[in-house]
């Protein structure tokens, strides 16, 4: 169901980008959920495992998108709208560096090709729920305020400095399953066919 040439491509591109984000971000950075959607979808797409390109969907596509609308309104505009991609015009960051993270056009627009091709399985909330509860305080005690992994020092680039920050992770850890997943699950159980068991 999945061609093998993009399973191929898919995967180089993947192997070619770890170690020069590894190098240029850190270790901590493969814990964003996108970047966990990215190399998780290199076994999806071999396996063509339904399960997880659903959990790897409900995960990211929504962000996806809103980084997406934030990136080119910041291509047009010359200002990111949200700041989720701002750093996408940082000229401190080189430009090859910032050219590797366009893999974020890409990924929902995968993701959702590889639902239409295998189906949703209705299990993925759940899943990405588990997953959301093991990454998000991962992410608070392995990053600091400055990277802000999954955001779990407060929104956006500025860490927050009001509420503790341990209970910036705790709400977090409440918030993304319950808003940002739990708006990708409807969508996808009423677009996609449900995937064969």
Known sequence: MIPLGLKVAYTIFVCALMPIYWREYGLANFLWFSDIALLALVPALWLENALLVSVLAVSVVFFEALWNVDFFFGLAIGKPLIGLSAYMFNL????????LSCFHI???LLLLWSL??????HRAFFWQTIVALVVLPLSYLVSDPQEN?????????NPQRILLRAAVCVSSNAVVPACGLSANAPFFVRIFRAAAS
């Open 106 to 108: 890409v990924l929902p």
């Open 149 to 157: 992994v999954n955001w779990v020092y407060g929104l956006g680039e």
């Open 92 to 99: 401190r960051i080189p430009l090859f560096i910032r050219g």
């Open 116 to 121: 239409h091709r295998l189906g949703y399985d």
